[in-house]
């Protein structure tokens, strides 16, 4: 099986390109990103094994997937994180996310790859205060802000390309907050924080990101079709993550967070999408049972053990 991978440069693809490469049935990767994928033990491997191509997506053509077998879509604005200013033009921000997914994907029909693999987000859900405890896949889309719209608009656009070409398998994956060595730096620091949104006890889920790959590798060998929602266990509240293992933590008043995170985004892209911060009032609870059903994935990495790893900076 010959597998690309576009975004593979970054923060998923990073940990993603070594579990391929780990993986019996996928003989070939090939890892397509503007920047290089590098990971430990990259520039070793032999040519048939490993192809680094470092090439902008906009200039994708059918020529450069023929042979693919599996196209597994990472390339994404996550949380305004790149672009320089441009991260603030939400015009730009979604043709960088609808409208050259669309290209990627068509790219693919006409190369003629079995099965295209899209990384969704959960924040397709909301989450909002009506929110259902848990979310099942059959749960209609409802985003909250512009990057979970462009998610669902993206999920949109893989179905229209699955009416085109019915033989063509489409899988797409929705997991929470993703978090790790290599996760968002908000992420990391919400995850460490002893501070937590004060009056919010609205479970979230997370997901440790060596959990996330082995998830998408499963989706990549079983070609199962149809959408998985993907998530780590117990479902804890910001401020139960917040006060685990320590005896003081500091509340911070949600109208502050949302007042002043804007702000923070406006002034460094580490700050991250201030969409987010709008769902906290939700709960965010995914039923991971089609994915431990028909993927045979469970998650090694539970809530707990998350934050301690990252507060030990322990992989």
Same mark, same amino acid.
């Given at each position: ?15 993603? %390109? ?6 019996p ?14 990971? /430990? ?37 996550l949380?305004g ?6 991260? !603030?033009?939400?015009d ?8 050259? #997914? ?7 029909a ?5 099965? =295209?693999? +899209?990384? #969704? ?23 909250? +802000? ?17 009416r085109? !070409?019915p ?19 908000? %992420? ?7 501070? !937590? ?5 609205? /479970? ?10 082995r ?6 060998t ?5 959408c +998985? ?5 117990? =479902?804890? #509240? ?5 006060r !685990?293992?320590?005896r003081l ?9 949302r007042? %002043?995170h ?6 460094s892209?580490?700050?991250g999408?201030p ?6 009032d939700?709960?965010l =609870? %995914? ?24 507060r030990?900076?322990?992989?």
């Amino acid at each position: 099986m010959r597998v690309a991978v576009t975004g593979a440069a970054g923060r998923i693809g990073r940990v993603l %390109l070594p579990e391929l490469l780990h993986t019996p049935e996928v003989e070939r990767t090939i890892a397509l990103d503007r920047e290089p994928a590098d990971f /430990p033990g990259a520039a070793t491997l032999p040519a048939d094994r490993y192809d680094l191509r470092q090439k902008d997506l906009a200039q994708l053509t059918p020529e450069d997937l023929a042979g693919t077998d599996t196209l597994v879509h990472l390339a994404f604005q996550l949380m305004g994180g790149h672009g320089g200013r441009r991260r !603030h033009d939400r015009d730009w921000v979604r043709r960088q996310n609808v409208d050259l #997914s669309r290209s990627v994907f068509a790219a693919a029909a006409q190369a003629g790859v079995r099965h =295209v693999v +899209f990384l #969704s987000s959960a924040a397709v859900y909301g989450p909002w205060p009506d929110s259902p405890v848990p979310l099942s896949e059959d749960q209609p889309p409802r985003p909250r +802000f512009p990057y979970a719209e462009d998610k669902v608009a993206t999920e949109q656009a893989l179905e229209a390309l699955d009416r085109e !070409h019915p033989e063509l398998v489409t899988t797409v994956l929705r997991p929470p907050a993703v978090v790790g060595p290599h996760a968002q730096p908000l %992420l990391q620091r919400i995850a460490r924080s002893r501070l !937590h949104p004060a009056g919010i006890d609205a /479970p979230v889920q997370i997901l440790w990101e060596e959990d996330a790959a082995r998830a998408i590798a499963a989706a990549v060998t079983r070609r199962a079709p149809g959408c +998985f929602n993907l998530g780590t266990e117990p =479902v804890w #509240s910001l401020r139960a993550m917040a006060r !685990h293992g320590r005896r003081l933590t500091l509340p911070v008043p949600a109208g502050l967070i949302r007042r %002043l995170h804007p702000l923070a985004w406006r002034l460094s892209a580490r700050a991250g999408d201030p969409g987010w911060v709008r769902g906290l009032d939700g709960p965010l =609870v %995914l039923d991971c049972t089609r994915a431990r059903r028909e993927l045979d994935w469970q998650p090694r990495v539970t809530t707990p053990e998350c934050l301690e790893r990252l507060r030990v900076g322990n992989r």
